[in-house]
């Protein structure tokens, strides 16, 4: 038996990468369960009848304004009920939601993978990635080897963390690789204790790079993936493809990221953030 309440939320979405955003002050007894039922694609959450359903995943954001810059507490639910130590995109959403509340320009976000610095100008979000780490106990990886342009699957990948696991393949073309055909072997990996993320980028011609992304907890393909773009240009700094530090272009299909990855220190993740709309979810619960 199962009972019905709800909860205000808000739609975001970052590149395409879009989130039902959650004020944790608002009760939602079993997340897992919430995420699970209002991130499906047939049958989730839409804000009118014409929306497309659904959503990459449900933000609970606990704001603590009472810090100078103001603090966001993020946890990110996916659409299978886990949740995932740091997302590129939802922490740009999460950025301008709290800025918005807390009438500032400046904010930090906690998360599972560190704490991380925002700034938000209007639409446009940029937040401080932290160090990717190509390290075997950081990705993580089940060997004491760093996974360079190794053959996982039918893909030649590396293997970076980026606040999660990423394998990048650097391909010619991305619309040639069938994604939700290979990416699932990648994935599961016996390599990849956690699992990866799988992220395929090829170089756009202009310096930058168009990036796809089938991702762990969606396991399905996204429309954009902020830490798989600072995976890009990190694989890509690491094979040579790029130097310095200058701003990289990186485009998944949902828009155009800005991403740096300096050669010393944290690495930035630059776009915009959508507010589309607000809504009421049910929360749903279990009776015994
Ligand atoms: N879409 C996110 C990544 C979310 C986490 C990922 N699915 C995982 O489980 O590692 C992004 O923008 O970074």
Known sequence: MSAL?????????????DFVVVDAEDPVPDRPEFAR??????AGISLTESDRRGADGVLFLALEDRYDPPRVVMTLVQ?????????????RVAAAWAAERAETTEVMIDTPAGTRRATVEDDYVSVEMGVPSFAPRDVPLDSGEELVEAEVGD????AVNTGVP?????VDDVDGVDLESVAPSIRHAPLF????NVTIASPDGNGGFRQRTF???VEGETQSCGTGAVAVVAVAKRLGLVEGDDPVSVSPPGGELSVTVPDEGTALLGGPAVHEGDGEADVVFRQR
């Open 79 to 91: 659409p299978d009920g886990s949740v995932a130590a740091m997302c590129g995109n939802g922490a």
């Open 37 to 42: 039922t209002h991130c499906d694609r047939d």
């Open 215 to 217: 991702e762990r907890g």
């Open 193 to 196: 204790p956690e699992g990866a």
């Open 166 to 170: 990423h394998a990048v393949a650097i």
């Open 5 to 17: 309440n709800t909860v205000p939320f808000e739609k975001f979405h970052g590149t395409g990468n």
């Open 155 to 158: 893909l030649t990948v590396t």
